[in-house]
């Protein structure tokens, strides 16, 4: 099961990554999707993995909130 939820983790990422220009929402699923990859890797064993996604769910919350205020008319 755990790999089953691997599998549509970052399935779910990477297709989020994929529409990250469609906007801000698509920005913020991604980091969802890191955030749930992040997990993945720690629930098997693969902390590396887990660690780096981790990171990579904080980079994309920083993106989304850049673009979410340059979309609302912010400096």
Do not use: D, N, Q
């Not at 297709?15 to 920005?27: Q, S």
């Not at 955030?35 to 989304?64: D, N």
Request: glycine letters at 12%.
């Amino acid at each position: 099961m755990v790999t089953v939820y691997g599998v549509l983790a970052l399935s779910f990422m990477m297709l989020m990554y994929l529409f990250e220009k469609r906007g801000p929402l698509f920005v913020l699923a991604f980091a969802v999707g890191c955030a749930l990859s992040s997990s993945y890797g720690f629930l098997s064993g693969a902390w590396p993995f887990g660690a780096v996604e981790g990171i990579w769910t904080l980079v994309a919350l920083r993106r989304w909130s850049i673009v979410r205020t340059e979309l609302h008319g912010g400096s």
